[in-house]
């Protein structure tokens, strides 16, 4: 799976245990373009936005950025609400998508569950109303989907819940 051309969407469960240095990978593509994650203890997209305050550590919470490519609205999430907004031009194209870990970075201090990658722009509404709930796996737009509780047994296979059958490596 690489890295979005187009509007999207990036969603994921943490658990943030680290200390708040240097960038903490949650999702990233190809050599960090993008990179979604923790920088110096707040969530960011790599040259795009960063959440106004420190990440809290410790405590599950569900995080997401939307970009809509057209308008060029960028926004992030915690727990449904939108915590930052910018007008930016973003451009991507790294090659290949790691959670919590891409060749040569750290791994992720914590814990990550049920990322969603969709390949449009999901509103406030869509984000806030649904991030506490299941997906079925087909809904328009929705390009991977990892519980990560649902590996193949005797396989280190993370499945894509997603029907367009993103598999992983765990």
């Not at 509007?7 to 469960?13: D, H, I, K, N, P």
């Not at 737009?141 to 519980?147: E, F, H, I, N």
């Amino acid at each position: 799976l690489d890295a979005p051309t187009g509007s999207f969407t990036l969603e994921a469960w943490v658990k943030y245990e680290g200390t708040g240095s240097g960038f903490e990978t949650i999702i990233e593509f190809g050599d960090d373009n993008p990179l979604f994650g923790i920088n110096a203890g707040t969530l960011t997209l790599s040259g795009g936005i960063t959440a106004p305050k420190q990440f809290i550590r410790n405590v599950w919470a569900h995080i997401a950025v939307s970009y809509d490519l057209p308008t060029q609205d960028l926004r992030l999430y915690i727990n449904g609400a939108e915590v930052a907004q910018e007008t930016i031009s973003l451009a991507f194209s790294g090659q290949g998508m790691g959670i919590g870990h891409l060749s040569g970075d750290s791994y992720f201090p914590g814990s990550i569950d049920e990322v969603r990658i969709w390949e449009v722009a999901r509103s406030a509404a869509e984000i806030s109303g649904a991030f506490t709930s299941d997906l079925v796996g087909n809904e328009p737009g929705l390009l991977a989907y990892y519980k990560f509780d649902q590996t193949v047994s005797g396989f280190d296979l993370l499945p894509d819940r997603s029907i367009n059958s993103f598999d992983g490596t765990l």
